[in-house]
T-cell receptor, first 113, second 116 residues
Framework: GESVGLHLPTLSVQEGDNSIINCAYS??????FIWYKQESGKGPQFIID???NMDKRQGQRVTVLLNKTVKHLSLQIAATQPGDSAVYFC????????????WGAGTKLIIKP | KAGVTQTPRYLIKTRGQQVTLSCSPISGHRSVSWYQQTPGQGLQFLFEYFSETQRNKGNFPGRFSGRQFSNSRSEMNVSTLELGDSALYLC???????????????FGQGTRLTVV
């Protein structure tokens, strides 16, 4: 069945370094992927998305990479700041599923001063 | 522009009771989705409403139901509460049905439900 999972539940990064959060998916019918950030006490906040016909998409300080060959998705955050501390979720939708979002378990990003 | 508003923010109920949660989407947004978030299960999709009709449904028992009003406001109801229903219930609104444009979903802060 389809699934979206994260390799690491917690990631600690030095302030100023780049962060890479990984996500694996198992269904080749997945055609749309989204990264969300959830800070403590708040709802998830959209960061960036990518469609399956793309390999890379860049936003402000964030880059999402999609490797369809190995069904792997990553979120890169450049020059990590204290405000980046949050839980990051990847989510996918399957072609033909009415775009129902399937969520990963989340990775907690901790920024070390 | 006001964001997604969920009320109440916190709720404590006892087993067997029922509860109704409310979500007001961003003005102009017609799609409202509901999610259950627990530490062990992560974010689980409950259902999505668009133009007062349920368009998608997740794998939850019939105790979980919802509706959407003509002004796009949505309510979610859980009957015969169980301890395992304790969770953060999140509502997300988007401009249109996902996949038709306006896919980006904006989340509210959630309602923290505790069942004792």
């Amino acid at each position: 069945g389809e699934s979206v999972g994260l390799h690491l539940p917690t990631l600690s990064v030095q302030e100023g370094d780049n962060s890479i959060i990984n996500c694996a998916y198992s269904n080749s019918a997945s055609d749309y992927f989204i990264w969300y950030k959830q800070e403590s006490g708040k709802g998830p906040q959209f960061i960036i998305d990518i469609r399956s016909n793309m390999d890379k998409r860049q936003g402000q300080r964030v880059t999402v990479l999609l490797n369809k060959t190995v069904k792997h998705l990553s979120l890169q955050i450049a020059a990590t700041q204290p405000g980046d501390s949050a839980v990051y979720f990847c989510a996918e939708t399957l072609r033909g599923s009415n775009y129902q979002l399937i969520w990963g378990a989340g990775t907690k990003l901790i920024i070390k001063p | 522009k006001a964001g997604v508003t969920q009320t109440p923010r916190y709720l404590i109920k006892t087993r067997g009771q029922q509860v109704t949660l409310s979500c007001s989407p961003i003005s102009g947004h017609r799609s409202v989705s509901w999610y259950q978030q627990t530490p062990g299960q992560g974010l689980q999709f409950l259902f999505e409403y668009f133009s007062e009709t349920q368009r998608n449904k997740g794998n939850f028992p019939g105790r979980f139901s919802g509706r959407q009003f003509s002004n796009s406001r949505s309510e979610m109801n859980v009957s015969t509460l169980e301890l395992g229903d304790s969770a953060l219930y999140l509502c997300a609104s988007s401009l249109g049905l996902r996949g038709t444009g306006g896919t980006e979903a904006f989340f509210g802060q959630g309602t923290r439900l505790t069942v004792v």
